[in-house]
């Protein structure tokens, strides 16, 4: 049959890619930095929140794929699918690997796209021929399979027909994808995995044969993967473990059934041993065939295509009282900074900023949320915050609210915002919008007494909504060990005020310093950073707080330079800390493995993790 499609003219019309998800993102991340105008859906506002500040912070690793020269394409963002495909030339459906899913998607396209759009699925489990049930036999030409890896690592994208796709439609998409800096395979005819997944059927088969016969380990077969086909430093095993191991299943379910596969010491065994116990892989607290973190990799060198992807993002904060120190400009000198979790990447999102201390992320709301301690003996403090991407800065509670904010967290079920302020000797909460501002613990009236007596000074906080409490540092004086760690009810108790409150207990004391706060809420078990005299100051401790808990402190790291920020990242089991001598660490959680993973000459008060999976 003689095609009637005409091509696009792909410089005045935008492409559409339908899930904001880890595929998804990178996929737009690779026509945007070709230079081509991407709208990208998904329903969900939190992952295009995550997507966004991804291809903002990555777009540089990309762009080196067709030569770093091109003015990079615009990116829209929509919730709504009619919006994101109109006037389309190209629409890729990324939706979670679900046939009716992806029925139901390809039907409402039909009945969304221009006649001469092209639309490609990103199923390598699925042929595009099973998802037409709902499709118009005449726009089933349009249609192939348009099946990426993981760039910018893994740039192969192969293309597939639905056994109807248009020859010229193929051949097209061929090289607009080559143009776009892939490396495009087509093939020749329809195949359930396509070409490359095939293969990597086969190997995951028998990898996991191997492990339920006890055989071999995760650690030694992919030693010897690596080593035999040595371009990509993961084996199959950490990349099953980052692909996800209940989309390891899913999609061997699919082999299983159409070509009557044998499954007891395949999908069967990895259900019983992993799938049903939680144990997903690298985006599971509890991982996977290796513990957690183990495809969280804290360097380049080490890291292979599908390392990182549960990894979070680092957002930081500089004083900038540094090597760096511009006295003109005072204490108005301090930085907003992000980076990848091995050190690369790094930004400046935010300059200009005044004395920052705390900061957290909420990737639900889009923006960032920061304190500022304002002239340091002077009730001049306020709390921040701007997008993502470090635009729109706004003031949500202005100076005088509070007098030197110090570490602030989130409450993300409730969306509030909680923070210590250290001369100001209170405990505040408020709104994302700065409503609703309460203090919730007050231990001294600087106004009356002034704020010399520094075992008043609140420093450090966290929150537990689950169980109710809130947690906060009082500091003492500078390597003087008297500091303490308090915990008190989210609330204040009925008819008692923040400074007369009854429910506070003292959980530590005769710390030399303690400075920032985590918690890890399941655990219930409590970290801190310690910035007091060596050798008990400048250190990373932790402690059991929960019912029954023997509150015993260990120390897990020593020898910072002044440490600061902390954050727990429970998904990969690390800690990371930021210390004032320029440094963020990052360690294994029980403090083995410490990482110098930025070390500059610069001043790092606070910092956050936004997790953008």
Request: aromatic fraction near 8%; proline fraction near 4%; charged fraction near 25%.
């Amino acid at each position: 049959m003689e095609s009637t499609w005409v091509r696009p003219d792909t410089s005045k019309q935008p492409l559409a890619v339908l899930g904001a998800g880890v595929l998804g993102r990178r996929i737009t991340a690779t026509w945007i930095a070709a230079g081509y105008d991407v709208n990208l859906r998904d329903p969900s506002d939190a992952q295009l929140n995550a997507a966004t500040i991804y291809i903002q912070s990555n777009l540089k690793d990309y762009e080196h794929l067709t030569g770093g020269k091109r003015n990079p394409g615009n990116l829209k963002v929509f919730t709504d699918l009619g919006g994101a495909v109109k006037d389309a030339w190209f629409v890729l459906e990324a939706v979670p690997e679900k046939l009716q899913m992806k029925i139901d998607i390809m039907g409402e396209l039909d009945k969304l796209v221009g006649a001469h759009c092209i639309v490609g699925s990103n199923s390598s489990s699925f042929k595009s021929s099973k998802m037409l049930e709902k499709v118009r036999p005449e726009n089933r030409r349009r249609i192939c399979n348009v099946h990426y890896q993981m760039p910018p690592g893994a740039t192969t994208v192969e293309i597939m027909t639905d056994g109807q796709t248009d020859n010229e439609i193929i051949q097209f998409m061929n090289d607009a994808l080559a143009d776009a800096g892939m490396q495009p395979v087509i093939a020749r005819k329809e195949s359930t995995g396509l070409i490359l997944n095939r293969l990597w059927a086969a190997i995951k088969r028998e990898v996991m044969m191997i492990l339920a016969e006890g055989v071999s380990v995760p650690a030694e077969i992919d030693t010897l993967f690596v080593r035999m086909f040595g371009n990509n430093p993961s084996g199959p095993c950490a990349m099953m473990d980052a692909v996800g191991l209940d989309t390891v299943a899913f999609i061997e379910d699919n082999y299983v059934e159409e070509r009557h596969l044998q499954s007891a010491l395949t999908v069967d065994w990895l259900r019983k041993n992993y799938v049903d116990q939680d144990k997903l892989g690298a985006k599971s607290g509890k991982g996977g065939l290796y513990p957690p973190g183990g495809t969280t990799k804290s360097s380049q060198a080490e890291a292979g295509h599908h390392d990182n992807l549960a990894a979070p993002l680092l957002y930081f904060l500089d004083l900038g009282v540094g090597a760096d120190w511009d006295l003109g400009k005072g204490l108005t000198n301090g930085k907003i900074l992000t980076a990848a979790v091995d050190g690369t990447n790094v930004k400046t999102l935010i300059e200009g900023v005044m004395t920052p201390d705390g900061i957290d992320i909420s990737i639900a709301a889009g923006r960032i949320f920061w304190t500022s301690m304002g002239n340091f003996g002077k009730p001049d403090g306020s709390v921040l915050s701007a997008n993502l991407d470090g635009s729109d800065v706004k003031t949500i509670l202005p100076k005088g609210k509070a007098n030197t904010p110090k570490q602030l967290v989130i409450d993300h079920e409730n969306s509030k915002l909680y923070f210590s302020d250290r001369e100001g000797q209170r405990v505040h909460r408020c709104n994302f919008d700065g409503s609703a501002h309460e203090v919730l613990v007050q231990t001294g009236d600087w106004e009356r007494d002034g704020f010399a007596d520094q075992t008043k000074w609140c420093v450090g906080i966290n929150v537990d909504p689950k169980h109710g409490k809130l947690y906060w540092t009082q500091k003492g004086p500078s390597k003087a060990n008297q500091g303490r760690i308090f915990r008190a009810g989210i609330d204040i108790p009925k008819g008692e005020t923040a400074s007369s409150r009854s429910d506070v207990e003292v959980l530590f004391e005769r710390l030399p310093e303690p400075i920032d706060l985590d918690l890890d809420t399941d655990a219930q078990t409590l970290y801190w950073t310690d910035r007091g005299e060596y050798p008990l100051g400048n250190t990373l401790s932790k402690a059991a707080v929960g019912p029954g808990g023997d509150k015993k402190v260990i120390t897990l790291a020593r020898h910072f330079h002044e440490a600061i920020g902390l954050r727990i990242d429970t998904v990969n089991h690390h800690i990371y800390i930021a210390d004032l001598g320029g440094t963020v660490y990052r360690f294994n959680i029980d403090g083995s493995n410490k990482r110098r993973i930025i070390d500059t000459d610069s001043t790092f008060a606070g910092l956050g993790l936004a997790f953008l999976h």
